[in-house]
């Protein structure tokens, strides 16, 4: 007898990496059940998918979440998650991963699904331990104006574990490092799109500080495929998915000012509060488990996702 196809429900499907994760799975032949309220994502993510495998359902998770039949798989990625969108909708951002997560694995737990989390590196927060691996408990300020990301994160990977322990939800949890690629939003504020957009527009790079903090980047692709690995692995506790090659923010405004060919100069501006220093994964945890690790270098996903932006930018024009 055929097997059963699977069916995976996706929290923020609309969003960046949601949507990625929306491709992946269908072209692995599931079925797909995408769920976003457009907050931060939007419809042009999902609007090339045309499989009768795919649903798309508005839904804001931080109300009770219904869905009929079988699921099997609960991925839980829905969050603002640039620091420019969770200052503006901080309250929000903290009843996502709080209300939403409860929200998402009371789903799961329904289901009898397998639950995933997407954390994130900024659990570590301005860290002291450099690189950063799991057993790192981390550095945050609780009441910075990051923290309503980082706490909110902190608190969903503790839900996750709790409901592992004690309800016996099947759960994993990813902790997901900078990570770039098409479908970033132009104006989101995040370093990459940021500097694409600028140099693409002979505008200067606004480098914050000194531009000598660090942070390591991931091309989506990979990440996604890391996704679903330490889904289909069998271990709860946080991985660590990101790439370990780290770059200075003044070096990359330069690479993309070199890949694009753009006339743009840089410009320092202030440096946000509570800016992570130093920021690099150790992925060894990832190469063991999940048999994983990037394969993408940083100048050729720039180079991807430089003509995406060039194609998308050139799209807005004539809207
Ligand atoms: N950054 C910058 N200019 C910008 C946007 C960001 O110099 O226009 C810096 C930011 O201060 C941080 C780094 O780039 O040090 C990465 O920022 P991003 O928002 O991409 O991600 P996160 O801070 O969450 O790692």
């Keep these: 007898m055929a097997e059963r196809q699977k ?64 699921v099997d798989y609960v991925y839980h990625m829905a969050s603002p998650a640039s620091p420019v969108d969770y200052l503006q909708i901080p309250l929000h951002t903290l009843k996502v991963g709080a209300v939403g997560t409860r929200n998402a694995i009371g789903l799961a737990k329904w289901k009898r699904a397998r639950f995933l989390l997407a954390s994130t590196s900024e659990v570590y927060g301005d860290p002291e331990v450099h690189p ?39 759960t994993r949890i990813i902790r997901i490092f900078n990570t770039y690629g098409p479908r970033m939003r132009p104006h989101d504020g995040r370093a990459v799109p940021t500097f694409i957009r600028q140099a693409l527009e002979d505008k200067h790079l606004t480098v914050f500080g000194d531009g000598s903090q660090t942070r390591s980047f991931c091309y989506v692709s990979d990440l996604v495929e890391g996704i679903y690995r330490a889904m289909m692995s069998g271990y709860h506790f946080p991985v660590n998915l990101g790439n370990p090659a780290e770059y200075t923010i003044r070096k990359l405004a330069e690479l993309i000012i070199e890949i694009t060919g753009s006339k743009s100069d840089i410009i320092y501006q202030a440096l946000p509060t509570d800016d992570p220093r130093r920021r690099r994964p150790d992925i060894s945890l990832a190469k063991k488990l999940l048999d994983w690790e990037p394969t993408l270098k940083v100048e050729e996903g720039l180079t991807h996702t430089i003509s995406w932006f060039k194609e998308y930018l050139a799209e807005e024009q004539l809207r």
């Design 7 to 70: 069916v995976s429900v996706i929290t923020g499907a609309a969003g960046f990496i949601g949507s990625h994760l929306c491709d992946f799975l269908l072209a692995r032949g599931h079925r797909v059940i995408g769920l976003d309220n457009l907050n931060t994502g939007t419809l042009r993510n999902l609007e090339h998918i045309d499989s009768p495998d795919f649903v798309y359902m508005n839904v804001d998770i931080t109300d009770f979440i219904e869905i009929d039949g079988q």
């Design 132 to 170: 950063q691996s799991e057993d790192y408990w981390g550095n945050v300020n609780p009441i910075g104006p990051r923290s309503v990301y980082d706490e909110a994160k902190r608190y969903a990977e503790t839900t996750t574990m709790a409901y592992q322990r004690q309800q016996g939800v099947d």
